[in-house]
């Protein structure tokens, strides 16, 4: 089996309260079951935006930030659950 050049990276968006989205970045974890694929929350926006898709941007931000134009490498840099 070959291994994956970059670490499986998942953004999403959650109303946290009524009218603030917060983008949390997250991270696959060993120990799928059937067709079910867990995730670790591995950074989180510290203040909310007006908007899901205002949160949506700034997560990709934050992904460019993070990982760079080369994305999540598993040899890369970027914060990490381990």
Do not use: C, K
């Amino acid at each position: 089996m070959v291994t994956p050049r970059f670490r499986n990276i998942a953004l999403t968006v959650h109303e946290l309260e009524d009218g603030e989205f917060h983008w949390v970045l997250m991270e696959a974890v060993d120990g799928a079951v059937d067709d079910v694929l867990p995730y670790m929350v591995l950074e989180t926006a510290v203040h909310p935006q007006p908007n899901y898709s205002s949160a949506l941007v700034a997560g990709v931000a934050a992904m460019r930030r993070l990982f760079g134009g080369e994305g999540p490498r598993r040899d890369g840099g970027g914060p990490t659950l381990f």
